[in-house]
């Protein structure tokens, strides 16, 4: 069981480039987040997507796009990177969180710098 | 605004020590308090969790103690082990229709010395 597989795992870009990183869940999950991790910010939702073919915006949704067309699969685009959007970047998924205790379970990260 | 403020940042222990780390938040229609483990280069992991209809849970060498009235909760490692070295996250979600967000403290950063 792979869990959360998270792609590629280290990318540096330069500002205004574009990428897409890619989440990959084998739990059959319906809910998947994207969160990025700052040096003293803890974790920040992003997007969010409580099943295939539905997205929502989360905390910091800015500079960000995501689309979720397979059950398995959560997409995290950056169409024009700026420096701010150097981070390290964790996608999560779980079952329903309405039914309490569902952890969510992350992937290892992906460490994005941008020049 | 912050909703869940976590303290302290680091916390460096002896072996065998007692490992406090305090978190406490505002929005009273929260309802489940989970407490993540994150080691360097891995993705947080879940350590424990509560509800606010009890006071306090137990598993191994790790309990949660909740104060509802306060609106604050804490988590205790109990004899700690230097393989306790890690980052904790406590974070905070409200059940409710709508709502599927986890909202995470900043983090405390565990070190356990031998």
């Known amino acids: 069981n792979a869990g959360v597989t998270q792609t590629p795992k280290f990318r540096v870009l330069k500002t205004g480039q574009s990428m897409t990183l890619l989440c990959a869940q084998d739990?059959?999950?319906?809910?998947m987040y994207w969160y990025r991790q700052d040096p003293g910010m803890g974790l920040r939702l992003i997007h969010y997507s409580v099943g295939e073919g539905t997205t929502a915006k989360g905390e910091v949704p800015d500079g960000y796009n995501v689309s979720r067309l397979k059950k398995q699969n959560f997409l995290l685009g950056l169409e024009s990177a700026a420096p701010s959007q150097t981070s390290v970047y964790f996608c999560?998924?779980?079952?329903?969180?309405?039914?309490?205790?569902?952890?969510?379970?992350f992937g290892d990260g992906t460490r994005l710098s941008i020049l | 605004q912050q909703q869940v403020k976590q303290s302290p940042q680091s916390l460096i222990v002896q072996k065998g020590g007692i490992s406090i780390i305090n978190c406490a938040y505002e929005n009273t229609a929260f309802d489940y308090f989970p407490w993540y483990q994150q080691f360097p280069g891995k993705g947080p992991a879940l350590l424990i969790a509560?509800?606010?209809?009890?006071s306090e849970k137990k598993e191994g060498r790790f309990t949660i103690s909740f104060n509802k009235s306060a609106k604050q909760f804490s988590l205790h490692i109990m004899d700690s082990q230097p393989g306790d070295s890690a980052t904790y996250f406590c974070a905070a979600a409200y059940s409710g229709a709508g709502s599927y967000q986890l909202t995470f403290g900043k983090g405390t950063k565990l070190s356990v010395i031998p």
């Open positions: 739990m059959n999950h319906e809910y």
């Open positions: 999560a998924s779980s079952y329903s969180q309405r039914l309490l205790g569902q952890p969510q379970h």
């Open positions: 509560i509800r606010p209809d009890v």
